[in-house]
């Protein structure tokens, strides 16, 4: 099957589904930051109380100012640690507690947000290195 798609496509037709393909993946990624950026404004202190025995991800000592900069980086660690949480628990950085009692709207969305940012990242490298290899992306990886 593989190889009779391979056969209908010319080099510039695949060539061309490359490129939608690394604006996918790329607007994914652009779309999961935006979304973090939202969380880190409007739902941080929502997220920091729930976490409290998380002290790992959001301390309390931790200054979050109000500008989206110190927000989006509170943010990412907690995202970070929901992309697997399940290695979180058993490293310490996330409770137990805290992930079942977080509210589940707010536990699918980070979840969410970590995962699109992992998997659209992975993409995007994957995807850099066949357009490198086959010469469509001019990459210099060193």
């Known amino acids: 099957m593989f190889s009779f798609v391979v056969s209908i496509l010319s080099f510039e037709d695949a060539r061309n589904i490359h490129q939608y393909l690394m604006f996918s993946c790329f607007l ?3 779309i999961a930051g935006v979304r973090a950026l939202y ?9 920091r109380n729930s976490l409290k025995r998380s002290w790992r991800i959001v301390s309390s000592g ?4 109000w500008d989206p900069v110190s927000g989006s980086w509170a943010i990412r660690d907690v995202i970070g640690a929901f992309a697997f949480p399940a290695q ?9 507690e805290d992930y079942a009692e977080l509210p589940k709207m707010l536990k699918v969305i980070l979840r969410g947000l970590g995962l699109c940012s992992v ?8 995807l850099l ?14």
């Open 119 to 126: 998997v659209s990242f992975l993409c995007i490298f994957i």
């Open 129 to 142: 290195v066949i357009g490198d290899i086959v010469g469509w992306e001019e990459v210099d990886w060193f």
């Open 28 to 30: 994914s990624f652009l």
């Open 62 to 65: 931790e200054s979050i100012g």
């Open 88 to 96: 979180s628990i058993k490293r310490g950085r996330l409770s137990a």
């Open 39 to 47: 969380l880190s404004c409007f739902k941080i202190e929502k997220i």
